[in-house]
């Protein structure tokens, strides 16, 4: 099992990772038998291939996540993060970037990977920014 500082660390690796589109390293975070709920309520994303078709295209749509807090559990298994994220509106664009303010939390196994994300953001959460957004040439 991770510690605590152990566990932000790798959230925060998923973020310079998303952030860089580097795909591979990314994918590295996680479990084989991953499982992504996001948002929770959509139907989970289940194993690394799949998981790696969902980021690919969040990194084609210019993904930016700018982390505004970490917290772990006393579980040693659980770490909530706060982000905002910024991506590309899919219906149109050409045109503003969409900001979505979201928690997630992850699971991981005693291998220190990411085995389970569930990722709470729902319509009130997402607003509309200039592709030239301050916030979105934040963060690691």
Same mark, same amino acid.
């Given at each position: 099992?991770?510690? $605590?500082?152990?566990?932000?660390?790798?959230?925060?690796?998923?973020?310079?990772? &998303?952030?860089?589109?580097?795909?591979?390293?990314?994918?590295?975070?996680?479990?084989?038998?991953?499982?992504? $709920?996001?948002?929770?309520?959509?139907?989970?994303?289940?194993?690394?291939?799949?998981?790696?078709?969902?980021? %690919?295209?969040? &990194?084609?749509?210019?993904?930016?996540?700018?982390?505004?807090?970490?917290?772990?559990?006393?579980?040693?298994?659980?770490?909530?993060? %706060?982000?905002?994220?910024?991506?590309?509106?899919?219906?149109?664009?050409?045109?503003?970037?969409?900001? &979505?303010?979201?928690? @997630?939390?992850?699971?991981?196994?005693?291998?220190?990977? &990411?085995?389970?994300?569930?990722?709470?953001?729902?319509? %009130?959460?997402? @607003?509309?920014?200039?592709?030239?957004?301050? $916030?979105?040439?934040?963060? %690691?």
């Amino acid at each position: 099992m991770l510690d $605590e500082l152990e566990r932000k660390a790798v959230a925060l690796e998923y973020v310079r990772c &998303i952030n860089a589109g580097d795909i591979d390293r990314l994918l590295k975070v996680f479990a084989d038998d991953i499982r992504f $709920e996001d948002p929770v309520g959509s139907p989970p994303i289940q194993g690394k291939a799949a998981v790696r078709r969902h980021l %690919t295209d969040a &990194i084609k749509g210019h993904v930016h996540e700018v982390p505004d807090g970490i917290s772990a559990s006393h579980d040693g298994r659980h770490i909530a993060i %706060t982000v905002k994220i910024h991506v590309d509106n899919p219906e149109d664009p050409n045109g503003k970037r969409l900001k &979505i303010s979201a928690v @997630s939390v992850c699971r991981l196994n005693s291998s220190g990977l &990411i085995e389970d994300v569930k990722a709470f953001w729902g319509r %009130t959460d997402v @607003s509309f920014v200039d592709r030239a957004a301050p $916030e979105s040439a934040e963060g %690691t």
